[in-house]
């Protein structure tokens, strides 16, 4: 009897109290409130020190919170910034959907507007994506009509993934049987590349072939995602209703109840990258996890 209870999950959803033995969250970890101070949070992204940024998108601003447990605002006029990613060089990539764009924007501060269109015509609104290994950029474009766009519909009649090839000015679609790709992660390998299918519920696991195009379509879970991320034995943290974690074989291993509703997307930080945060919706939580965030 001891030994089974040594290895029984236990919460409380006040608090969400966690302590499981095999479990990739530390024992007795609790979801620690960073802040509700904020409309609607998203892209959480870790620079190499282990700070983690994300969006409030609504109000147009970027967070920092820093790997000492500190929040500052990092920056105001944003375009509009939704899921972001540091590049090698220490600049952070982000989906600027205000006038559907990806922006560069380098440690001073400067933007380098990277991309605004495809065949002359705007993105649907660039949401969540990842740079592999070699410097390139895969992004995913569902369309989610903004009450700050002029336009009532969208130019693209298709909602795709995109790869920007580093140095390249046009983008080219590497997937458009989908129905509204969002969240998107690729292995630290340069490998494989993670695909949520909001619109469908599920997500899929592409090979990624050399030249960057994607490969051997298989369907990685029945369940889709607004952001993901990965720990560094391959599991694969979808959020949504609360942050569900999967192993690499596609089985679901935890469920992470989350309070304040809709989970837009998680992030591994702090200077060993066991902090996960969790941008939910008007607020952000970390939690103390076993697991490590890759690198």
Same mark, same amino acid.
């Given at each position: ?123 649907? !609104?660039?949401?969540?994506?990842? &740079?592999?290994?070699?410097? %390139? ?5 569902? #369309?989610?009509?903004? +009450? ?101 074989? !596609?089985?679901?291993?935890?469920? &992470?109840?989350?309070?304040? %509703? ?5 992030? #591994?930080?702090?200077? +060993? ?23």
């Amino acid at each position: 009897m001891k030994h089974t209870l040594f290895f029984i999950t236990c919460f409380l959803f006040s608090g969400a109290v966690f302590a499981q033995a095999d479990s990739v969250v530390a024992p007795g970890a609790m979801l620690q409130l960073v802040s509700d101070q904020f409309t609607f949070t998203e892209g959480p992204a870790v620079d190499r020190e282990g700070n983690i940024f994300f969006t409030d998108q609504p109000n147009d601003k970027i967070w920092k919170y820093a790997a000492d447990g500190t929040l500052s605002l990092y920056r105001e006029k944003t375009g509009r910034s939704n899921g972001m990613y540091f590049d090698r060089k220490g600049n952070l990539i982000s989906c600027a959907d205000e006038n559907d764009e990806l922006w560069s924007i380098d440690k001073k501060g400067k933007v380098t507007v990277l991309l605004s269109s495809f065949e002359g015509k705007k993105f649907n !609104g660039p949401n969540d994506l990842w &740079i592999a290994p070699k410097g %390139g950029i895969y992004f995913t474009d569902p #369309f989610y009509p903004r +009450d700050y766009w002029t336009r009532k519909k969208p130019d693209l009649e298709a909602e795709r993934v995109y790869f920007l090839p580093k140095g390249a000015k046009e983008a080219r679609i590497v997937e458009a049987d989908i129905k509204k790709p969002n969240g998107i992660v690729g292995t630290p390998d340069g490998k494989y590349l993670y695909v949520s299918d909001i619109g469908s519920w599920k997500t899929y696991r592409y090979t990624i072939a050399p030249d960057g195009a994607l490969t051997d379509k298989q369907l990685f879970c029945e369940q889709g995602s607004d952001g993901m991320t990965l720990d560094t034995h391959g599991n694969v943290y979808l959020s949504g209703r609360g942050v569900s974690v999967y192993n690499a074989a !596609g089985k679901k291993i935890r469920q &992470i109840p989350v309070p304040s %509703g809709w989970v837009g997307n998680v992030c #591994f930080g702090g200077k +060993d990258r066991k902090t996960l945060l969790i941008t939910a919706s008007t607020t952000v939580y970390t939690l103390k996890m076993n697991a490590k965030g890759v690198e």
